[in-house]
């Protein structure tokens, strides 16, 4: 059974690229285009593991993961991602319980290697 994915971005050419990557790796994806989107897609879905985008509108990436590790107080792996210039979020990220972090833009291919060291 493939793993289930919940890929939260509001960038659509980087959601469709990561998209064609992860399927192609054999993951199931769920799209949000915002944190919002994300908090629904993960009460439903149940996934193995969680991208989330820092800044995204409407809902951050910071309430995706404190809603996963407070209000549903699970232990999924997360990976965040932030642009340059935001390390004040990415260590609120690791605070709150974010696993791993990656910097835009990054290399879809490293993100594979992560996410394969996440879901062993």
Same mark, same amino acid.
């Given at each position: ?51 989330? !985008?820092? *800044?995204?509108?409407?809902? $951050?990436?910071? &309430?995706? %993961? ?5 209000? @549903? ?26 696993? !791993?972090? *990656?910097?835009?833009?990054? $290399?879809?291919? &490293?993100? %594979? ?5 996440? @879901?062993?």
């Amino acid at each position: 059974m493939s793993k289930k994915i919940v890929l939260a971005e509001d960038n659509t050419t980087l959601s469709l690229l990561l998209k064609f990557r992860l399927e192609k790796e054999g993951y199931e994806l769920f799209m949000a285009a915002d944190g919002k989107e994300a908090i629904e897609l993960i009460n439903t879905n149940s996934p193995d593991l969680i991208l989330t !985008d820092i *800044m995204m509108p409407f809902v $951050s990436g910071l &309430e995706v %993961i404190s809603h996963v590790r407070i209000k @549903l107080d699970l232990d999924i792996p997360i990976i965040v991602f932030s642009s340059a210039g935001q390390e004040e979020m990415v260590l609120k990220a690791f605070n709150i319980g974010a696993n !791993d972090f *990656m910097g835009k833009p990054f $290399s879809p291919n &490293e993100l %594979i290697i992560r996410i394969k060291r996440l @879901l062993i």
